[in-house]
Nanobody
Framework: VQLQAYGGGLVQAGGSLRLSCTASGRAFSTYAVGWFRQAPGKEREFVAAIKRSGSGISYADSVKGRFTISRDNAKNTVYLQMNSLNPEDTAIYYC???????????????????WGQGTLVTVSS
């Protein structure tokens, strides 16, 4: 499977964006998906993850209550709805997938073997 992340852009603090991660290839419903982000000068960090069926979801503490991850397997797409954005959310956002993540969501980037190219989110103050 190949992933493409899009939907980033420039938004003012307090605004919203919805990122999409679209997969090519078959059997996307067998892949767990995670969103990660990397701000300038910082390490890549976990944002949110969703299990294959969408029944299991987890978030980083920094985005809980503001971000929502969801998926539409019929459209081969995972979404990240981001509300109440602040300048600390500025980063390149990546989606990642792995079909061996089954029983629980995973926050460790090294467990995902397929990555999209990233989409830049810039939040101005």
């Amino acid at each position: 499977v190949q992933l493409q992340a899009y939907g980033g852009g420039l938004v003012q603090a307090g605004g919203s964006l919805r990122l999409s991660c679209t997969a090519s290839g078959r059997a996307f419903s067998t892949y767990a998906v995670g969103w990660f982000r990397q701000a300038p000068g910082k390490e890549r960090e976990f944002v949110a993850a969703i299990k294959r069926s969408g029944s299991g979801i987890s978030y980083a503490d920094s985005v809980k209550g503001r971000f929502t991850i969801s998926r539409d397997n019929a459209k081969n797409t995972v979404y990240l709805q981001m509300n109440s954005l602040n300048p600390e959310d500025t980063a390149i956002y990546y989606c990642a997938a792995d079909r061996n993540i089954i029983t629980s969501t995973q926050a460790m980037a090294r467990l995902y073997d397929t990555w999209g190219q990233g989409t830049l989110v810039t939040v101005s103050s």
